[in-house]
C-alpha cells in the first residue's frame, strides 16, 4: 500500500552534488520553501560535505514542492543557509540518480502467462533498472518487476526492456519504467537515496 500523503515528511530534503548525484546530506527545510534563501537543520551526513560541493541539487521529499539548485552562503553548526540558484527539471534528477544495488527480486509477464522469474538487482534509478536474470526477454518486451527496498510495501511497477547483454551464466537486462505514479516515484527516489546515504556512512567508517 502506498503511503498517504498525510503521513509523509512535509519539510524533508536530500541534498546532493550537483556533479555527480551523490548524496551529502539529509535534513529539514525551515521556513517557506519559496522564500529568498532556504534554510536546512542537517541531522544526516556532514554539513561541511555541503558547504564544500560546489552547487547542490536540494530535493524535498515532498512531491508537491520543485527541486532546486543552490549553494550555502551560511553555515552555523548543523545549520545551512543556501541560496536557490533555479529549479530543477524533473528529467534532471531523474536521469541522474543511478545507484547500484544488490537485491534478489521477482519478474512477472504482462501477457497473461502465468508464473515468474528470478533476477538480482544491478542499479535503480527514478526512470528505471537494470538487473541479471536468465529469463529470454527482447528489447521491447514489457514486464513486471518488484521493487523490493521501499519504505514501505514493495512496490510492483511495469517496465519496458530497453537492451540486453550475454553474460557468463545469465543476462543483463536495462529496463525503463512506464508510467510512474508521483509517489510511486517518490518511493524509489527515496530508496534510491537511503541507499547512497548507507553506502556513504559505512565509507566513513
Known amino acids: 500500500m502506498l503511503f498517504g500523503k498525510k503521513n509523509k515528511p512535509k519539510n524533508v530534503c ?12 539529509r535534513g529539514n527545510m525551515e521556513g517557506p520553501p519559496d522564500g529568498r534563501n532556504i ?27 520543485p527541486p532546486k539548485l543552490g549553494h550555502v552562503i551560511q553555515r552555523k553548526g548543523e545549520m545551512l543557509v543556501m541560496e536557490p ?6 528529467n534532471e534528477i531523474r536521469e541522474n540518480l543511478r545507484m547500484p544495488v544488490d537485491f534478489e527480486t521477482y519478474l512477472y509477464p504482462t501477457d497473461g502467462r502465468e508464473g515468474r522469474w528470478t533476477a538480482r ?24 518487476v ?18 540486453s547483454r550475454p553474460e557468463t551464466g545469465e543476462t543483463f537486462y ?3 519504467f512506464l508510467e510512474l505514479l508521483n509517489e510511486q516515484e517518490s518511493m524509489i527516489r527515496e530508496a534510491v537515496f537511503n541507499v547512497q546515504l548507507r553506502t556513504m ?3 566513513r567508517r
Open 39 to 65: 534554510q536546512i537543520n542537517i541531522f544526516e551526513g556532514n554539513p561541511l560535505d555541503v558547504v564544500n560541493a560546489d552547487n547542490v541539487q536540494i530535493i524535498p521529499a515532498d512531491e508537491s514542492q
Open 14 to 25: 536530500v541534498l546532493l552534488d550537483s556533479t555527480t548525484s551523490r548524496v551529502l546530506a
Open 85 to 90: 540558484l533555479r529549479e530543477l527539471v524533473g
Open 121 to 144: 538487482g544491478n542499479d535503480l534509478s527514478c526512470g528505471g533498472i537494470s538487473f541479471y536474470t536468465d529469463a529470454g526477454f527482447v528489447p521491447g518486451e514489457e514486464i513486471q
Open 174 to 176: 536495462a529496463a525503463k
Open 201 to 203: 556512512q559505512k565509507n
Open 146 to 163: 518488484v521493487i523490493p527496498i521501499t519504505r514501505t510495501a514493495p512496490l510492483l511497477l511495469d517496465c519496458r526492456i530497453l537492451r
